[in-house]
């Protein structure tokens, strides 16, 4: 903590601005773009099923094959972890300014 000491002390003591809102504002719809994601692949693993599985003449709806949809729901998994791992990386690459 030792040499940015002064300038936590200064934003714990700064008033509430603009800039903070924004932030906050920023930060949530990206929580809710990655749940969004996450939420939306069990509808389409259902539309998938009764799209591509479904069999002419019957009264129920067509499902995915169990390995089908767990592989659908793995790889999006993957690729949320994937996805907050770089544009992370990026972030703190190319987003951040240092604190002198």
Known sequence: MGSHGG???TLDSSKTQWYHYKAVIISSM?????????????????LLGRIY???????????LPPAIAAAINGVALCGTLLGQLFFGLLGDRLGRDAIS
Request: hydrophobic residues 45%; contains cysteine; charged residues 15%.
């Open 7 to 9: 300038v936590l002390a």
């Open 30 to 46: 990206g929580f809710f773009t990655d749940a969004y994601d996450l939420f939306c692949i069990s509808l389409i693993t259902k």
């Open 53 to 63: 599985y479904h069999v002419p003449g019957s009264a129920k709806p067509g499902v």
